[in-house]
């Protein structure tokens, strides 16, 4: 059974920085894109930044600049650095792999994680 598991979420003050970790466990051959996304309260999920499995990233136009995506393809696992965070990146953090091949000819798709609460302070 192949599960995404976050970590790294907390509460920091405005201006500072987190790191967010997202690491897939199971047995797969490999993910094709990855990505994060953040849910506020009563708000609709919405995607921070994605990037593929062979590196090539898309970000919000709210988070550019401040959040930088990356992975490690051998570990399985995506990172979001957060720097420079504002009150309104407060919101719960999910992290997404979109393909997910198990074996050949057997995929899992759109696979979630838990998420991990992010507060930011003022």
């Known amino acids: 059974q192949v599960q995404l598991v976050e970590s790294g979420g907390g509460l920091v003050q405005a201006g500072g920085s987190l790191r967010l970790s997202c690491a897939a466990s199971?047995?797969?051959?490999?993910?094709?894109?990855m990505g994060w996304y953040r849910q506020a309260p009563g708000k609709q999920r919405e995607l921070v930044a994605a990037i593929t499995s062979g590196g090539s990233t898309n970000y919000a136009d709210s988070v550019k600049g401040r959040f930088t995506i990356s992975r490690d393809n051998a570990k399985n696992t995506v990172y979001l650095q957060m720097n420079s965070l504002k009150p309104e990146d407060t919101a719960v953090y999910y992290c997404?792999?979109?393909?997910?091949?198990?074996?050949?000819?057997?995929?899992?798709?759109?696979?979630w994680g838990q998420g991990t609460q992010v507060t930011v302070s003022s």
């Open positions: 199971g047995r797969m051959v490999s993910i094709n894109a």
């Open positions: 997404n792999a979109d393909r997910v091949v198990i074996t050949i000819g057997r995929m899992i798709y759109n696979l």
